[in-house]
């Protein structure tokens, strides 16, 4: 896959998706959502994860928790990147990825459905906090660095990139 490449389409703010996500229940229309509920902050708005090209939100399902992916900037040709992309992931079989569905009509902004990534919610240490919390135990980190290469290389052998590695 090439890199992604910004276009200059507008898309929805973090504003505009908080507003959509705090009135989840009519906003969000993918069956993949159904009876689902963002998970709040004391102050009643919706928990939201802010990248570069995305936020990404808690969404509390009736039978497990998954996250929804929307983006702030416009990625070109990323139907086709992940329409292509998830059944290879899902083909290889390796352990170091969730369930995901790219869903072209997902969340409504105002009257314009948008696109969304569903992905299931892993409840873990960022790897910052983890290298944080074990910094001092050099069995741990060892350890940690040896399931790093690992995966890495399970990659490596798959085909299989990713930007932020």
Excluded at 35 to 63: E, Q
Excluded at 77 to 91: D, K, N
Excluded at 119 to 132: H, I, Q, S, Y
Aim: with cysteine; hydrophobic share 40%; glycine share 6%.
């Amino acid at each position: 896959m090439s890199a992604m490449t910004l276009s200059k389409s507008p898309l929805p703010t973090h504003l505009d998706y908080n507003v959509a996500v705090a009135n989840f229940e009519r906003a969000c229309t993918a069956p993949r959502y159904a009876g689902g509920k963002p998970r709040l902050r004391r102050n009643g708005t919706p928990i939201r994860y802010s990248g570069g090209y995305s936020c990404v939100y808690v969404i509390d399902l009736p039978n497990h928790t998954a996250a929804l992916r929307c983006w702030t900037n416009a990625i070109q040709g990323a139907e086709t990147r992940y329409t292509r992309m998830i059944p290879y992931l899902r083909a290889q079989g390796l352990p170091y990825f969730v369930d995901c569905e790219y869903i072209p009509e997902c969340i409504f902004i105002g009257n314009q459905p948008m696109p969304a990534l569903y992905m299931d919610w892993v409840e873990a240490d960022t790897l910052k906090d983890f290298v944080a919390a074990n910094v001092n135990d050099a069995g741990m980190m060892r350890a940690a660095a040896a399931a790093f290469l690992h995966m890495a290389r399970d990659l490596h052998i798959h085909q299989i990139a990713h930007g932020r590695l």
